[in-house]
């Protein structure tokens, strides 16, 4: 009993001086892997079921990134958890999906990509490490590994399980124990496994990363006397579930965990990347850093989308389907050929809201009878809301279940606006952008999200295409805005 107090009293001192974060994506930018190569830094996220691949960002002092690639463009179901590696001249992602691992490779890390190889090993959030004499192995949840060939593209043995966890204590409120997320980093001649515990959504206290380190990769594994390295201790917190972290070193020689979290005014953005410095111990433990000035949080790149380029920007993806090979762009105009009958079954390019509050915009036209189009905030199936419309009607959709119709008299061509207010919902329609008519405000958005859905992903942005024909789009706003 003594030794929990202690634990916990040493845990929440931790906490109350390691609150301090920085942002780096705001929005869906759930379960980063990072990897270092040389002075550059390359980071990658879950796609889950969106569609064109893994997004590649790169950074050069880990605060400022840009979009350079789609890694992978096709695999069945939703990929989750990836691990971004470089072994030798090559790159390697490997992800779970469609209840096995997977892996491609590159020899640039711009592509070509290979297609998805399949490891056949099951688990998720796989995390590869290299032994000094260049043996690999695939960690996966559950605290298992899987040696792998030399070339890390097969298994070359059995799973085992040589971890399991650090036990939190009782009275915490979490979803499950939920072993997740092995990273490794071999230091100093010790494998140092940081991994996710608690569950990653559910309450605001669920997640947490943790480590523990061996000098062999079977074990014995002993867990760090200061876990969790990072947790949500209340839900008064401004960042609720934090955990899934990857320790990097910084260009400066700081060392840093970057993880996800729930902002808990926005929760249906996702999950954001953020960044906490660490530091080494004399005991060969990394820890917290008490104290540290933090720097200025960086920006990524406007989402707006003039498309006034032939090649599909970086921000744009597909719902269950690749969406690169059905968009096609030409003088300043999208043309996205239509398909199914309402959003639940339509096709559908998204794009990864990062603000609170944004307005979004599209200038919208219909080309035939029986094809209809529209703009929506798209969670999944089961929940979305905005405007769709075909030649004779026009409708309203509050949620994925109920919806208001109205005649149809601004005819083929229409401009929509979606302002989203922090989870309340207006929808205004123009004719020429000059006078704007509000068809329905404060429509109640705010349980678009896990907690009530599932599949740890967002509510986006969406254009959307129905029917026979082609939708065309003249351009794409998205403008934040204040609460």
């Known amino acids: 009993m003594a ?12 906490a109350i001086n390691a609150w301090a974060q920085v942002v780096l994506m705001p929005g869906d930018y759930a379960d980063p892997s990072v990897l270092k190569d040389g002075d550059d830094y390359y980071m990658t996220h879950s796609p889950f079921h969106y569609q064109p691949g893994f997004l590649i960002w790169h950074s050069r002092d880990l605060l400022h990134w840009e979009p350079i690639c789609r890694a992978g463009e096709d695999w069945n179901g939703s990929a989750w958890a990836p691990d971004l590696q470089k072994v030798d001249d090559t790159y390697y992602i490997y992800f779970p999906a469609n209840e096995t691992n997977w892996v491609i490779t590159a020899k640039d890390i711009r592509g070509p990509w290979t297609k998805p190889i399949d490891l056949k090993i099951g688990g998720i959030d796989p995390g590869l490490v290299v032994t000094p004499d260049g043996k690999r192995y695939l960690f996966t949840n559950a605290g298992q590994v899987t040696p ?71 074990g014995p594994w002993e867990n760090s006397p200061y876990n969790p390295i990072v947790h949500t201790y209340s839900a008064d917190e401004q960042w609720w579930s934090k955990g899934h972290g990857t320790i990097v070193e910084g260009p400066d020689g700081q060392w840093w965990m970057i993880y996800h979290a729930y902002n808990k005014s ?13 530091e080494w111990t004399q005991g060969g433990w990394y820890r917290p850093v008490k104290d540290m000035k933090l720097p200025t949080s960086g920006s990524l790149p406007h989402l707006s989308d003039d498309f006034s380029s032939d090649i599909l920007g970086w921000q744009w993806t597909g719902w269950k389907e690749n969406i690169l090979s059905a968009a096609t762009i030409q003088n300043g105009t999208l043309s996205l050929p239509g398909k199914g009958t309402s959003p639940k079954d339509g096709r559908l390019m998204l794009t990864t809201a990062t603000d609170i509050c944004y307005d979004v915009e599209s200038d919208i036209t219909i080309d035939k009878k029986g094809n209809h189009a529209g703009l929506l905030l798209f969670y999944d199936e089961n929940a979305f809301a905005g405007l769709t419309f075909d030649n004779n009607t026009i409708t309203i959709h509050l949620n994925a279940t109920t919806h208001k119709t109205m005649p149809n008299t601004y005819g083929r061509h229409l401009k929509i606006r979606l302002e989203n207010k922090g989870g309340s919902l207006n929808i205004l329609i123009s004719k020429d952008g000059d006078k704007w008519e509000v068809l329905s405000h404060n429509i109640d958005i705010s349980e678009f999200h896990h907690n009530k859905y599932g599949g740890f992903i967002a509510l986006r942005p969406a254009l959307y295409s129905g029917g026979g024909g082609k939708v065309r789009f003249q351009y794409f706003n998205y403008n934040p805005q204040v609460k």
């Open 3 to 14: 030794k929990r107090l202690l634990l916990i009293i040493g845990s929440y001192l931790l």
């Open 148 to 218: 792998l060939t030399d070339d890390g593209l097969a298994r070359a043995g059995q799973t085992e399980t040589v971890y399991h966890g650090w036990e939190y204590p009782r009275e915490w409120q979490t979803e499950c124990m939920c072993l997740e997320s092995p990273k490794l980093t071999y230091h100093n001649g010790y494998y140092y496994m940081t991994s996710a515990e608690g569950g990653t959504a559910g309450p605001a206290t669920s997640h947490m990363a943790v480590t523990a380190r061996s000098k062999s990769i079977y």
């Open 266 to 278: 926005a929760y249906s953005l996702g999950r954001y990347t953020l960044m906490e410095p660490i």
